[in-house]
């Protein structure tokens, strides 16, 4: 059964968030402030974690930080507030998905399970040898999910990773934002392909010596992106 903590203020929201992740059939814990929430994070064993972004103490962005420094669980944030910039930097920081307030808790739900089949497929995978692709300075372990550049490792947060790893292994072909998010999230972007856009930026701030002039990840205005050979 896989365990999820719910970093949530609001009593009222983390309830309803734990009475329908319950009932499909998770272990859920509930933490209703920030410092205790990344107290719980760090200290204990989860499968995913669910954070508001406002919360007292210690704030979302912080404890996703925090958590990112150390593991590579699924991060789910959750905020009312609608400003792209929140979304930008929480993404930025490593969370793996950002709901806005307010959303319905069987949409949450479907999005914790795509989450969490995405990553325990990822861990569970048992490949003897492991696969390697090399472009032109860039090195990808996809079996041991080590990244470098030059001969010097990259730090990569899960859907980062998982986003390089699928352009590189189709090079060439030119993939919507849609798509990308359909194949890398397993969901419909349902209009939030700005996602996309993001985990591109900060791909390209790790690998590219001139992300205005990018080398491995080409932006097709009007269409997407494609990885070149």
């Not at 719980?40 to 406002?54: P, S, Y």
Request: with cysteine; proline share 3%.
């Amino acid at each position: 059964m896989s365990k999820i903590l719910i970093v949530e203020d609001e009593e009222s929201i983390a309830d309803l968030e734990k009475d329908y992740l319950e009932l499909s059939g998770f272990e859920v814990e509930v933490a209703n402030d920030g410092q205790t929430g990344l107290d719980k994070a760090l200290a204990e064993n989860f499968d995913l974690f669910i954070l508001d972004l406002m919360l007292p103490g210690v704030d979302g962005f912080e404890i996703c930080k925090r958590i990112r420094e150390e593991k590579n669980t699924p991060i789910i944030m959750v905020s009312a507030k609608k400003d792209d910039i929140d979304k930008i930097r929480g993404l930025g920081l490593g969370a793996d998905d950002y709901m806005t307030k307010p959303f319905s808790p069987s949409e949450l739900v479907a999005r914790v399970k795509a989450h969490l089949a995405r990553y325990e497929r990822l861990i569970g995978s048992n490949i003897e040898e492991n696969k390697v692709i090399e472009i032109r300075g860039l090195k990808i372990d996809t079996t041991a999910r080590r990244v470098w550049i030059n001969g010097e490792e990259k730090s990569f947060t899960t859907k980062e990773f998982d986003l390089l790893t699928f352009l590189a292994g189709h090079p060439n072909h030119v993939y919507t934002k849609d798509e990308l998010f359909k194949e890398i999230w397993d969901m419909e972007s349902i209009g939030d392909i700005a996602t996309v856009t993001v985990h591109i930026k900060k791909i390209r701030e790790k690998i590219e010596y001139d992300t205005s002039n990018p080398q491995y990840i080409e932006t097709i205005w009007g269409v997407g992106y494609r990885f070149k050979m």
